[in-house]
């Protein structure tokens, strides 16, 4: 293709296939704070003020964005911030604009991990289950299973706010001879990649 006619045709695209990349975390406080702006009522006395500045979001914590499934374009991203005196999380929608980003006024369903992910992260579940087996007869027996495991279904996936964000779905999984749902609940790490949260006694 001609050199001076590749830009001119990305230039013609419509703005929601050149939004490739996730909102920055400039961007997505930006984005909240300007919603809050625009629907802020004026203040009726010293008392509405103080709760309106201790209810206004601050402290943003920009968790992984995930491209939108349901607005072509937009991007869902998981979003912390202090409200109050408690952390609050929730999945966000995040709307191109110009040369930035919109909140959309949605509920946003909480993000579903990949298959594969989620039976690397089952199988590590069951390498902690084979490590309390004293038999040498049924831990080889386990390991066989984690060989044929595989992840069937990942459904009802829920976004629960604990203090941290935690994301619980109800994942079906098995071999050729027996399968089972069981709810699994996951955390991201520092670099947005899906983990294992903690057993319920280390929370």
Not at 9 to 24: N, R
Not at 54 to 77: D, I, L, W
Not at 163 to 179: Q, S
Not at 197 to 203: C, E, L, T
Request: with cysteine; hydrophobic share 45%.
């Amino acid at each position: 293709m001609n050199q001076l006619l590749a830009p001119l045709l990305l230039s013609l695209l419509p703005l929601t296939a050149a939004a490739a990349t996730a909102p920055t975390h400039a961007q997505i406080e930006a984005s909240i704070l300007a919603m809050i702006e625009a629907e802020k009522t004026p203040a009726a006395s010293t008392q509405d003020l103080l709760l309106h500045a201790m209810f206004t979001p601050r402290g943003f914590e920009h968790g992984p964005c995930f491209a939108s499934a349901a607005v072509s374009g937009a991007f869902e991203c998981l979003v912390g911030m202090e409200m109050g005196i408690r952390n609050r999380y929730r999945m966000l929608r995040f709307l191109p604009q110009g040369m930035g980003w919109v909140l959309e006024k949605a509920d946003v369903p909480a993000p579903v991990p990949p298959r594969e992910r989620a039976r690397e992260l089952l199988s590590q579940r069951l390498d902690a289950r084979v490590a309390t087996l004293a038999d040498a007869t049924a831990r080889g027996q386990m390991r066989a299973f984690q060989q044929r495991l595989q992840v069937i279904a990942i459904e009802d996936c829920e976004l629960r706010d604990m203090g941290a964000a935690e994301i619980t779905c109800d994942v079906t999984a098995g071999d050729d001879t027996e399968r089972g749902t069981e709810p699994q609940t996951y955390v991201f790490d520092a670099q947005g990649q899906w983990q294992n949260a903690a057993p319920d006694a280390d929370r």
